[in-house]
Structure formats: C-alpha cells, structure tokens
C-alpha cells in the first residue's frame, strides 16, 4: 500500500488511533468509525455531533495502522485479504486526492495495476 508510505512521507498521514478533536482514543474495533476527509482523522461519537463524517471500517483502520509502520520492503510482503487491499486502497487513494489536491493520482493509480 504505497499510498500509506507516502501519506506518511507527505505529513499527511491521518489522525486514526483517536479522535482529532478530544483526543479520546477511538474503539478501532468498532464496525464502523467516522472519519473526516476534511480534518484528516477519526472523530468520535461524542464529538461527531451533525457532522457529515464517511464511515470507514475499523478494520481498514487497523490494517492502515500495521502497515503505516512497516518497511517498504516488508510491505510488499505483507499478507492482506484482496477484497481489503480494494478497499482500503480505495480509501486511501480518496484522501490523497482531497489531501493532496493532486490531478496525478489518477494516473498514477491507473499505472499501479
Ligand atoms: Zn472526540
């Protein structure tokens, strides 16, 4: 997941492991957790108030989590579930295209395959 690493090499990388708002660690094993393309991070329950927050797996946090700390070299490696690796890439590749205001990243993705 490429696009992990380089969020992360951008200073992009989202808030995911609490909220961005409190602070308040987040139950990542919840089903789903709210998270804010705009803020760049998770929002809790008690903070999510009327906001307009996508809904993303805990899952996909978890895994985001393992393989933001993983070596380029390990990542390739890692073993993760198809039908996870589309979605989180779909995810990801969202949030740089809004994080980044890159016009690229299509190209770029389309070259990935
Ligand atoms: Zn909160």
């Known amino acids: 997941m490429v696009e992990i690493k380089l969020s992360l090499l951008e200073g992009v990388f989202p808030v995911l492991d609490k909220c961005l708002r409190c602070d308040k660690k987040v139950p990542i094993n ?3 957790v709210g998270f804010s393309f705009s803020e760049g991070g998770v929002i809790c329950c008690q903070c999510a108030g009327h906001l307009a927050l996508a809904k993303i797996p805990g899952k996909m ?3 985001s989590l393992h393989l933001a700390g993983q070596k380029f070299s ?3 490696k890692q073993k993760v579930d198809a039908g996870e690796i589309r979605e989180t890439g779909k995810f ?4 740089l295209r ?3 205001e890159i016009d690229w990243w299509d190209n770029f993705a ?3 395959t």
Not at 92 to 95: D, F, K, R, T, V
């Open 74 to 76: 390990v990542l390739a």
């Open 98 to 100: 809004d994080k980044l």
């Open 92 to 95: 990801w590749g969202s949030y």
């Open 61 to 63: 946090i978890r895994t």
């Open 30 to 32: 919840a089903t789903r």
């Open 110 to 112: 389309a070259c990935k």
